[in-house]
């Protein structure tokens, strides 16, 4: 018995791992949490025989989790193409970020804040195809051999290791590192410009070039294509702002980077992120799905806890 609850705690113990490596993958919550869950169910349904003859159960779960999440993401350009408007990964909460009571805030928790979870970053991986995605991503974020990547997708080593390099050339040369304080700064002088709807102290935040992308789903209203530059982005900010009176903005922590949270009668109804160069504003991401903000939904109610205390 000792044994066997060993065994099922040590499995148990790989739900971190490979949330973090389904997630960069899917850049989804829910879908992440369905294909550990049916990796999970795979290993259940072999026979004791089969999973006695298994010499890393983690390897195992790993590798059918990679192939899942293979699978979901051909079909998902498939749904995507007919997604309304721009399609945006699931905006992060930072640990603890967002009040408690929510499954997928909880399972929020369970992913490692670091450059490979940047709003940035995952934009980038959907420019990938499926098979450069998965071996970027394992090989590059998560420093898998690629002859276990192999495994996951059914081809030789080297055509592994030709894939993640393929993948390589479609990100950018990363720009000249930019100091945590830089960045909150940034990102705070565009709330409080934002709030007094001050379209020139915006403009003079947003690079010219800057490019604004929001994803409501066709379930609530967001400009079907990126605004670009600043001195459109600036009005366009303002006039949502007017559309939405009692709109209140809270600094926090979005996909591990100074971020924006719109509240409205308490409810989160948008979450923005900020990629930040030279003291500018280049790159704005704004998700107003409201599916896409299930793992926010516990801090709207935390912060109406916070304004009814006398």
Not at 112 to 119: F, G, L, P, R
Not at 126 to 139: C, I, K, N, Q
Not at 176 to 198: G, L, T, Y
Request: net charge negative; charged share 25%.
């Amino acid at each position: 018995m000792g044994a066997a609850r060993a065994g099922i705690e040590g499995i148990s113990g790989e739900r971190g791992q490979l949330i973090n490596v389904a997630y960069r993958l899917l850049g989804s919550l829910a879908e992440s949490e369905d294909a550990v869950q049916e990796a999970y169910a795979r290993w259940y349904a072999l026979p004791r025989s089969r999973r006695d003859e298994i010499v890393s159960p983690g390897a195992w779960l790993t590798t059918v989790t990679g192939r899942i999440c293979l699978d979901v993401l051909g079909s998902a350009r498939v749904r995507r193409e007919r997604y309304v408007g721009a399609w945006l990964p699931d905006p992060l909460p930072g640990p603890g970020g967002h009040g408690q009571g929510s499954d997928l805030a909880d399972l929020a928790d369970r992913i490692v804040q670091d450059e490979s979870v940047t709003m940035a970053f995952l934009v980038v991986l959907e420019t990938m195809t499926p098979a450069e995605r998965v071996s970027f991503v394992l090989h590059d974020v998560f420093r898998y051999p690629f002859a276990e990547i192999a495994e996951v997708l059914g081809r030789t080593p080297a055509a592994c290791k030709q894939l993640a390099a393929s993948a390589r050339r479609r990100v950018p040369d990363a720009p000249a590192p930019v100091p945590a304080d830089v960045r909150s700064d940034a990102v705070r002088r565009v709330k409080e410009a934002w709030q007094n709807k001050d379209i020139a102290a915006l403009v003079d935040l947003l690079d010219p070039a800057a490019v604004m992308t929001a994803d409501g789903g066709g379930l609530v209203g967001a400009a079907l294509r990126p605004i670009e530059g600043g001195t459109r982005i600036a009005p366009y900010m303002v006039a949502i702002a007017d559309r939405a009176p009692g709109l209140e903005l809270l600094e926090r922590t979005v996909n591990g980077a100074p971020g924006l949270v719109a509240l409205r009668d308490g409810a989160v109804v948008t979450v923005a992120s900020f990629d930040v160069a030279e003291g500018r504003v280049v790159r704005i991401w704004v998700v107003r799905n409201p599916e896409k903000l299930q793992p926010w939904v516990a801090l709207g109610a935390a912060e109406e806890e916070v304004r009814d205390v006398p």
